[in-house]
């Protein structure tokens, strides 16, 4: 039987981290909200590594905080180790990354969800969504609660139809031994949505009294530390360190011997892998001229013996499981508290979503997360907040956000995946960006805090702070533009002996900084009136001057770009009645409904000479009848 439970702006379905930015991005905005979960024990769960950030990820956990978002302050509430990555190389791919306290990250946004006002916590499974006349109404719970809803947020990561995969062995779950969620595949089908099957997989946990330490190499964490959000102004301490450890041409003949019984290889799982973490068994077959791989042994918590094996994931029988670690130096005698397995899901088809990630074919739902297509927590934290914020706004009669490539990788992400599609989880990556100089983490502040203070998710003490840092960036590059330092002793045998060459006239400061061995903090002996300025401002300073020419340039690409974004295509022009465009042209710009020429310059399929096309019928229909060209 059924009944009603009630009515909210705003529903969220799943808590994990691409749910909880959603449903704390909608309730902070004003939106009446509510978050369903299967377990309330997995809010912001991390089924496969406890850790946020790394290569690109990083960028996009610094730009959600920039934004409003949680991720950032919960990452430096709970980490246990900190780490910047790529630091032997150029800033725009420098990418911070934390080794979570798995349960403490979990408790904490736990009671941040529950904390927030104008925010309903409840767990159940929602089995139906229900639309009229094409727009979201109602979710029904599995126990028959039927919510009155204007937007719904679909965040259910592996969850969906969710299969287990150990070997031979396969049974219906979600991840973490929780139940999956299965009728509500049904219902989005019936609304006319695609649905796919991916697969992810995570390694083992081992007891850390069974490994030998001796035998590996240590990683240990950076000093000083680098936060995540730009709030965080207390003392950071490393508090655990990870190891290092390679698989061996034994560990590599297991695989090999026992390949027929992976579940992957024999035919088994239908759903389609992340192309850039593959499990164990596919690099050894993939990759087999290599005589090791590496992996890290990180902690799950400070209150908990469990050690989880990067890089080493499988969906191997545990037989194979446990010969196959034990062939690996440090871990002869390793026990594992946890198998490792592939699940597998289903999610959209992201070609089907709007950049402000509501579905075309229905109004007021909106995807986020694995359910989009993606892999990792950082991407799925990112499409939740940016699909809080515009279900909340759309609820509210207001435009979308929308963020272009050249703005962010969270903008980045969001176009690939409305445009490009993927075929496999997506991950980002630096390379994504064709603008990564621009898109750094150390400016994310600086490019979208002004967005979040519109948007009304940053508040009025914090874009003070923010405009004040801004501030000092451009006094003291100003400062260093026009101060100059003689020629002295000193000032040369630190030239010198950063491999560069000495003075013999009068320079600006800020030209010693753009020579590429000298740094900011190089010249602080020899700057008497340099000012008392905090790290991120010093860094900011040193980047901005020293990129300054080829950020000149790349900004001058993205005008570029921008020319043809602001170049708008009407939402319901069939683009079968416009004459010259190409079949396949008319079928993809049909099918995705790019917002305008810059979007649909990037579709697969869409070429020059269809742009081209384009450009003379919006001049036409817009009765300006001028001659366009497109660069």
Sequence with gaps: MEYEAGSYDVAVVGAGHAGVEAALAAARLGAKTILFTITLD?????????????????????????????????????????RMLNRGKGPAVHSLRVQSDRERYHVYMKQVVESQPGLDIKQAEIVEVRADGGHVSQVVTGLGAVYQVKACILATGTYLRGKIFV?????????????????????????????RRFKT????????????????????????????????????????????????????????????????????????????CPSIEDKVMRFSDKPRHQLFIEPMGAETREMYLQGMSSSLPEDVQIAMYRTIRGLAHVKIM????????????????????????????????????????????????????????AVQGKEPVILDRASSYIGTLIDDLCTKGCMDPYRMMTSRSEYRLILRQDNADARLTPLGHEIGLISEERYARFLQKEEQIDAEIARLEKTSVAPGDGLNRMLVSHETAPLSTGTKLADLIRRPQIHYEDLAP????????????????????????YIKKQLAQVEQMRRLERKELPPDVDYKTIAGLRLEAQEKLNRIRPLNLGQASR??????????????????RNGRGEEETHD
């Excluded at 007021?364 to 515009?390: D, K, M, P, R």
């Design 42 to 82: 997995g809010i912001a769960n991390m089924p496969c590594n406890p850790s946020i950030g790394g290569t690109a990820k990083g960028h996009l956990v610094r730009e959600l905080d920039a934004l409003g978002g949680e991720m950032g302050k919960a990452a430096d509430a709970t980490f246990l180790q900190s």
């Design 526 to 549: 020899f700057d008497p009136d340099r000012p008392e300025l905090d790290r991120a401002v010093r860094e900011r300073v040193e980047v901005e001057i020293k990129y300054a020419g």
């Design 603 to 620: 579709i697969s399929g869409v070429n020059p000479a269809d742009i081209s096309v384009l450009l003379i019928w919006l001049s036409q």
């Design 201 to 276: 997989g995570t390694p083992a946990r081992v007891h850390q009294d069974s490994i030998d330490y001796s035998q590996l190499e240590v990683q240990g964490g950076d000093e000083p530390i680098t936060p995540f959000s730009f709030e965080t102004t207390g003392p950071l301490e490393n508090r655990k360190v990870c190891y290092i450890a390679y698989t061996n041409e034994r560990t590599h003949q297991v695989i090999r011997d026992n390949i027929h019984r992976s579940p992957l290889y024999g035919g088994m799982i239908e759903g389609i892998g992340p192309r850039y």
């Design 167 to 195: 070997g031979d062995v396969s049974y219906a779950s979600g991840p973490d031994g929780t139940h999956a969620a299965g009728p509500l595949s049904d219902s989005l089908r019936a609304l006319g949505i695609e649905l």
């Design 338 to 393: 946890r198998n490792a397995y592939a699940i597998e899901y289903d999610c959209c088809n992201p070609l089907d979503l709007l950049p402000s990630l509501e579905f075309i074919k229905v109004g007021g739902l909106y995807g986020a997360g694995q359910f989009n297509g993606t892999s990792g927590y950082e991407e799925a934290a990112a499409q939740g907040l940016i699909a809080g914020i515009n279900a909340a706004r």
